[in-house]
């Protein structure tokens, strides 16, 4: 096991040179020069265009810039924001875990949802229980996240007044963000849950369970959701990607702090430091998140073998 | 975020004289003030205190006025940093800082007298000094201005005369610099800055508002409490002495449907920036009050390049483009024909609007037909027009945003009714900035709130063919019109030149005025003594009271 953690850590390196690379170059491959970029539509003098060429420390031999910036980031600093002036890494942990609460919440969400309302269809195959389900996973799979967010607050927020509508704090502040984030997941996983199990309740050591005189509880839960999950976990750590895409948009309509909005508002006011900083930062955080999917997957499955 | 510039400015505006009798008297107000002292302060009634919470869109990292290209941050930062005088309405100053001033005839120097007994929220004494360190740190490298710096204009230089005067002193004339200084170039203490360095005190501000800065919650919120020491508040305003409100908390709530409804359920007071979809509904119920007013500026036009290789060059298809976009049509599509359908590129609040320029063109889809016929463009295949095997095609970049899609989608529909193929091609900004550059487009949008006629040297100015003048307009006659404007503070002679360079441009058929917008805010009944500024853009929160 410990060989197999090691390996795969090795095998990061070129990944996370990789993802520095095209960071870095972000900056220099997208049209038009970086220094008229920066200074909008400004009227530009030669001196002022100097200036800010200086500032970003556009002026030097492009490996030496790559070298400064690689070389920084790997000891956590990631430059200052044009604007805040402020360290660019303070600036993500600040909202960090706005973000980290939310993404969690929506997994846990989209879990119990989506599992349940898999096993549920799952064991009324066939019949108007299973369609329902299946309807409700279809409806979440094609709702966008703006969509459904906005009906919730519409709802219980601006129609009900049960929770507030905007920022963070108490749960009552992360029931909806979560419940709409988890949405799309949620229904991904029902689908994925129902297969797994109809495929599971068809199989010899089910049947002899039951011929056992188990109880039809133990049967399920203990040997037939046991194997019938071991994908879905697989997809669980894919899916923490797309939460935390959709976690931008989530995070704008309930007016949340988090990672996605401080990139989002970085593009938009054109802070480079900041955007090669969240987009790093984003990027190495799925790459780690992988691997600790990979370990716990082979950890529960056996026939994954290290090595 | 915002395209374009959305610049607080002004200049010595339409000052009639009654209304400088008004701001003379005021002067005369702020002296008794000082004069009669403590007496008027003890008058100051309770404004029953309580928390004022506003709803408004995001800041840009950070909450120093000078380097903030943000109005949303000035909307904070001017409750904290106050300027030297206030514009309440377009060319109506009343005293901040400075108690009077006065302005050189050819707009180079500005002399303000300051008013005594200031003190900025860590101590420090409100001087000359203030002044002439705030200035100075616009144009200073390091401190990396943002709209400051534009706002300055062509600074040169502050003297500080004794504690209570100063002389700032411009390069050349430059005439909007009063406007300009309500908002990013609030006064902040100097003692603050250097104690606390260019980031910290970016999150810390310190000026000598009626609000002290109180705490920021990056992407959720600024709170800022009451100044229990303020006593020096302009004239302007209705009581003395401390603000009513406890505490003002800016909540940044981006989506602008939310933003509204959180008015509705009380999660805000106030909010900036409402969607206008809900402006109906807003304002039939009593419990709400909707804010809606015209901005000063240049409003949504389309400029025509002038040294386009393609057809555009004609002015024939320019003046045919003029009177064949339906504007009307463009308003009800696309703002739910809540703006105002617009003929000069100067917006109506402006100072030197001159109605005249309305009756220059109509919408006249026959008259463009006919304009075009008579220069030689036939109708061909498919309806589009062309003169010796050259299409009539206008290519128009624009910024992938939806309403810039919208309000391009109805222009081009207009002009396809005469034959004209507009090209709408969405970028990506980085794309869009370099086609821009490069020249390689026959049409751009343009808006630019600002609040002195000023603008127009930004969009029309042949030094500006880079920047703002995507025109690329080069008249040495307007030029000259244009910088004599800006250099005199002889109103009737500035209007007089802007009124010459409004209907110069249109007759040149450079510029396609759209529609003039306007701002929405909208807040609860119950939110008293609030003042939206002369750019209709900051709201003034010293007098208001929530009163139940």
Known sequence: MLRYIVQRVVQLVPILIGISVVTFLMLHLIPGDPVLLFAGDKPLTEERAAEIRHQLGLDRPIWIQYWDYASHAARGDLGRGLRSQRPVLESILEVLPGTVQLTLSALACATVIGVSLGVVAALAHGTWVDTTAMAFAILGVSMPVFYSSLLMILLFSFTLGWLPATGQGGVERLVMPAAALGLISAAVQARLVRSGMLGVLRQDYVTTARAKGLAPRIVILRHALKNALIPTITMVGLQLGALLGGAVVTETIFSRPGVGRLAVDAILGRDFPLVQGTVLFAAVAYVMVNLVVDVSYAAVDPRIRFG | ?548
């Open chain 2, 1 to 548: 975020m915002q395209d374009g510039g959305r610049h607080g400015v002004s200049g010595p505006a339409r000052v009639g004289r009654r209304e400088f009798l008004r701001t003379a008297g005021a002067w005369a107000g702020a002296a008794g003030l000082v004069a009669g002292g403590m007496g008027r302060l003890a008058e100051a009634a309770p404004g029953g205190g309580g928390t004022l919470v506003i709803g408004g869109f995001d800041f840009d990292g950070t909450l120093d006025p000078q380097v903030t290209d943000f109005d949303s941050t000035i909307r904070v930062t001017l409750s904290i940093c106050e300027p030297l005088v206030w514009e309440p309405t377009p060319g109506r100053f009343v005293p901040g800082l400075a108690e009077s001033w006065e302005v050189a005839p050819d707009a180079k120097t500005y002399t303000f007298h300051l008013r005594k007994g200031v003190k900025f929220h860590d101590g420090t004494p409100f001087t000359g000094d203030a002044v002439k360190f705030t200035m100075d740190r616009v144009v200073a490298p390091e401190t990396k201005a943002g709209q400051s710096h534009d706002q300055l204009g062509p600074y040169d230089h502050t003297e500080v005369i004794d504690d209570h005067t100063v002389k700032i002193v411009m390069k050349e004339g430059y005439a909007p610099l009063l406007t300009n200084l309500n908002g990013y170039l609030g006064i902040v203490s100097p003692t603050a800055v250097k104690k606390m360095g260019l980031a910290e005190f970016a999150r810390h501000p310190v000026g000598t508002g009626p609000f002290m800065f109180k705490e920021w919650v990056d992407k959720d919120h600024v709170t800022l409490v009451r100044n229990p020491d303020y006593n020096w508040g302009s004239s302007f305003f209705k009581h003395r002495g401390a603000a009513y409100l406890d505490q003002i908390v800016f909540k940044i709530i981006p989506e602008a449907s939310v933003r509204t409804g959180t008015l509705k359920s009380g999660e805000t007071q106030y909010v900036n920036d409402m969607d206008p979809l809900d402006y109906a509904s807003m304002k039939k119920d009593p419990k709400f009050v909707v804010i809606e007013r015209a901005q000063p500026g240049s409003g949504w036009v389309l400029l025509l390049n002038v040294t386009s290789k393609g057809a555009i060059s004609d002015l024939a298809v320019r003046r045919a483009i003029e009177y064949g976009v339906d504007r009307e049509g463009l308003n009800k599509a696309v703002f739910h024909g809540l703006n105002k359908v617009a003929w000069s590129p100067l917006m109506r609040p402006t100072f030197g609007y001159d109605a005249a320029t309305e009756k220059i063109y109509s919408f006249d889809p026959a008259k463009a037909k006919q304009i075009l016929e008579e220069a030689g463009w036939k109708v061909g295949a498919g309806g589009i027009r062309e003169k010796a095997g050259q299409k009539l095609v206008v290519d128009f970049p624009i910024i992938g945003r939806p309403r810039d899609k919208a309000m391009a989608e109805s222009v081009q529909a207009s002009l396809r009714d005469v034959g004209i193929d507009l090209k709408v091609t969405p970028l990506e900004r980085a794309a869009f900035v370099d086609v821009r550059r490069q020249n390689r487009y026959d049409v751009n949008f343009m808006w630019f709130s600002y609040g002195d006629p000023d603008v127009l040297r930004t969009i029309f100015h042949s030094a500006n063919v880079n920047a703002f003048n995507r025109a690329r307009y080069q008249v040495p006659e307007v030029d000259r019109m244009l910088e004599q404007a800006a250099a005199t503070t002889n109103k009737v002679r500035r209007a007089a030149l802007y009124s010459q360079i409004q209907q110069r441009v249109l007759r040149d058929a450079v510029c396609v005025p759209l529609v003039d917008s306007l701002t929405y805010n909208a807040k609860r009944a119950e939110v008293q003594g609030d003042v939206l500024d002369a750019l209709a853009s900051y709201v003034w929160l010293y007098d208001v009271q929530i009163k139940k």
